[in-house]
T-cell receptor
Framework: EPEVTQTPSHQVTQMGQEVILRCVPI?????FYWYRQILGQKVEFLVS????????KSEIFDDQFSVERPDGSNFTLKIRSTKLEDSAMYFC???????????FGPGTRLTVL | SQQGEEDPQALSIQEGENATMNCSYK?????LQWYRQNSGRGLVHLIL?????REKHSGRLRVTLDTSKKSSSLLITASRAADTASYFC???????????FGGGTRLMVKP
């Protein structure tokens, strides 16, 4: 069964460093998303992406964040200058279309020291 | 906000019993999705129910939706220890595609 994959599973970085989290969505899906979950807290929406453009973003998704689909399979989240409070589990998700099921990857645990 | 709020926050039952979790939301929806999350792991999609549907089944799962009361319920029948997890509802409104999660129901099924 097709699934969303994410790499790496765990990333440790120093404050102020740039990180890129990678995702491979399900191949026939057209909509891509990033969510994050700070330890012990709710899952929060960051951004949705369709047709090579951001379609929605939350207040969390400020200028430090960017997303890209660099090729036909990968979808990336870049954090330009990480802060301690960026430490969280980051989940990628994809869906076939608008208002369809969103399937999540296993997540990348980001630890900022 | 449109986030779903699950009730109860925690539920502990014996294996073989049924578990019912409830979800309430505030504004009109396009659909509502239920997810499961094992501790520290990813979110597993369970069921999507659309605003024009009242009930949906998938194996041991039964989801109901009452749009007049802005509520949904998830029933797990004949529960198993492996069902131990957190369960979340995520309403999706017609203005956008994002899922908005509440705090979830932590279900413990004792063997």
């Amino acid at each position: 069964e097709p699934e969303v994959t994410q790499t790496p599973s765990h990333q440790v970085t120093q404050m102020g460093q740039e990180v890129i989290l990678r995702c491979v969505p399900i191949s026939n899906h057209l909509y891509f998303y990033w969510y994050r979950q700070i330890l012990g807290q709710k899952v929060e929406f960051l951004v949705s992406f369709y047709n090579n453009e951001i379609s929605e973003k939350s207040e969390i998704f400020d200028d430090q964040f960017s997303v890209e689909r660099p090729d036909g399979s990968n979808f990336t989240l870049k954090i330009r200058s990480t802060k301690l409070e960026d430490s969280a589990m980051y989940f990628c998700a994809s869906s076939e279309g608008t208002y369809n099921e969103q399937f999540f990857g296993p997540g990348t645990r980001l630890t900022v020291l | 906000s449109q986030q779903g709020e699950e009730d109860p926050q925690a539920l502990s039952i014996q294996e073989g019993e049924n578990a019912t979790m409830n979800c309430s939301y505030k504004t009109s929806i396009n659909n509502l999705q239920w997810y499961r999350q094992n501790s520290g792991r990813g979110l597993v999609h369970l069921i999507l129910i659309r605003s024009n549907e009242r009930e949906k089944h998938s194996g041991r799962l039964r989801v109901t939706l009452d749009t007049s009361k802005k509520s949904s319920s998830l029933l797990i029948t004949a529960s198993r220890a492996a069902d131990t997890a957190s369960y979340f509802c995520a309403p999706v409104n017609n203005a956008g595609n994002m899922l908005t999660f509440g705090g979830g129901t932590r279900l413990m099924v004792k063997p």
